[in-house]
């Protein structure tokens, strides 16, 4: 079964400061890939996906990330965070399109003045 | 705009009563999803379907049923409220063999 795993569930980071959250998955081809923001009380809103081809996907809110098939990885970055920016951020995998996504366990992002 | 409406927000309800989540989407999408989210967990899919009247388990349907009669609505059943079942509710769906799910708000549930 697929698994995704965010080994971070705190970061902390200073306004302006570069952002790098780390999502590694368990999968034996290449899922398609997402990065979803949680607002406070708000629902998810998709940051960003990869299905194939260019492994630097770029979303929106100035995040991209980018998929490394040797690492299992699909890592988030901002080169400069925003308060604005503090949110939970979750990592989501799919094994083909139209199928359930499975989740990993959310990275919580405060962002320090 | 896409649209995914949660009708409650909040409920707070009593150990044993019967819980209705309900969660309609105008986007004409064939694909529903329920998720219960709690801290460090993330999100964990209780129940899909895939078309009207089409449900299949997912990875905790456990204490919990699912409705699917028309096509822009899905129903989140628990039979019977237990305190563990306090929780945030999302549902969401998508197009089919599409990847971007479409999230509603959210049903903070707190059983007591």
């Known amino acids: 079964a697929q698994s995704v795993t965010q080994p971070d569930i705190h970061i902390t980071v200073s306004e302006g400061a570069s952002l790098e959250l780390r999502c590694n998955y368990s999968?034996?081809?290449?899922?398609?890939l997402f990065w979803y923001v949680q607002s406070p009380g708000q629902g998810l809103q998709l940051l960003l996906k990869?299905?194939?081809?260019?492994?630097l996907v770029q979303g929106i809110k100035g995040f991209e990330a980018e998929f490394k098939r040797s690492q299992s990885s699909f890592n988030l970055r901002k080169p400069s965070v925003h308060w604005s920016d503090a949110a939970e951020y979750f990592c989501a995998v799919d094994e083909a399109a139209g199928n359930k996504l499975t989740f990993g366990g959310g990275t919580r992002v405060l962002v320090k003045p | 705009d896409v649209k995914v409406t949660q009708s409650s927000r909040y409920l707070v309800k009593r150990t044993g009563e019967k819980v209705f989540l309900e969660c309609v989407q105008d986007?004409?999408?064939?694909?529903m999803f329920w998720y219960r989210q709690d801290p460090g967990l993330g999100l964990r899919l209780i129940y899909f379907s895939y078309d009207v009247k089409m449900k299949e388990k997912g990875d905790i349907p456990e204490g919990y049923s699912v409705s699917r009669e028309k096509k822009e609505r899905f129903s989140l059943i628990l039979e019977s409220a237990s305190t563990n079942q306090t929780s945030m509710y999302l549902c969401?769906?998508?197009?089919?063999?599409?990847?971007?799910?479409?999230f509603g708000e959210g049903s903070r549930l707190t059983v007591l």
């Open positions: 999968y034996g081809a290449t899922p398609y």
């Open positions: 986007m004409d999408h064939e694909n």
């Open positions: 990869y299905f194939s081809g260019d492994t």
């Open positions: 969401a769906s998508r197009a089919r063999n599409t990847g971007e799910l479409f």
